[in-house]
C-alpha cells in the first residue's frame, strides 16, 4: 500500500497529525493557502508564529517551523517558506526540495504520522507546476525511502490543473 495520497481539496478540512502551510519568511499570515489555514485555525496559530518570528526572526525559504493547528482538526501547522521563481537561476529548485524535506524531518521530530502538504510556491510566488510538482512527489519519495515513521503522506491540491499533474506523476 502505498504511503502517498493525492486529493482535490480543501486543506485546512483535512484530519491529519499537520498539514503544511506554504508561508511567507514573516510567518504572519498572507493569501492564498497561507491565509485560509490562518482564517480556519484562528488567533492562536498566528500568536504562535508571532513568538517564532520573536524569536529568530522569521523563516528563511527552504526551512520550515512548527505551531499548532489552533482550531483545525490537524494538531500541528508546519509553516514552511518556498522560494519565489526568478526564472530558475537562482537556486529555486533545490529550496523548494528542501521546504518539502525539512517539513518532513520537522515532522519526524514531532512525531507526526500523518501529514498534508499544498502545491507549495505555485501560487503567487510562481513556480511552475509542472517543475514544482515533480520536486514535491520526487523529494516525499526519497524522504519515505529511508523514514518509516510516517504512515502518510498527502498531497492535497487546490485546483484541477494541480491535481491532474499530480495524478499523473503518482499514478
Known amino acids: ?20 502551510n506554504a508561508a511567507n ?6 493569501g492564498g493557502v497561507d491565509g485560509a489555514i490562518h482564517r480556519a485555525g484562528g488567533p492562536a496559530i498566528l500568536e504562535a508564529c508571532s513568538a517564532i518570528r520573536n524569536a529568530q526572526g522569521g523563516c528563511p525559504p527552504g526551512e520550515a517551523v512548527i505551531t499548532t ?3 483545525l482538526a490537524a494538531k500541528f501547522v508546519i509553516h514552511t517558506v518556498g522560494p519565489v521563481w526568478n526564472g530558475g537561476g537562482k537556486d529555486e529548485e533545490r529550496i523548494l526540495g528542501n521546504a ?35 520536486i514535491a512527489i520526487n523529494t516525499v519519495k526519497d524522504f519515505l525511502e529511508t523514514d518509516f515513521s510516517i504512515e502518510k503522506v498527502v498531497f ?4 484541477q490543473e494541480n ?9
Open 1 to 20: 500500500m502505498s504511503r502517498i495520497e493525492l486529493i482535490k481539496g480543501d486543506i485546512t478540512k483535512l484530519e491529519v497529525d499537520a498539514i503544511v
Open 156 to 159: 492535497c491540491c487546490y485546483d
Open 25 to 30: 519568511s514573516s510567518l504572519m499570515g498572507g
Open 100 to 134: 518539502y524535506r525539512n517539513s518532513l524531518k520537522l515532522a519526524v521530530d514531532n512525531r507526526i504520522r500523518t501529514i498534508a502538504f499544498p502545491n507549495i510556491s505555485t501560487g503567487i510566488y510562481g513556480f511552475p507546476k509542472d517543475k514544482a510538482a515533480v
Open 69 to 71: 493547528g489552533g482550531k
Open 163 to 171: 491535481f491532474d499533474l499530480y495524478s499523473t506523476l503518482i499514478l
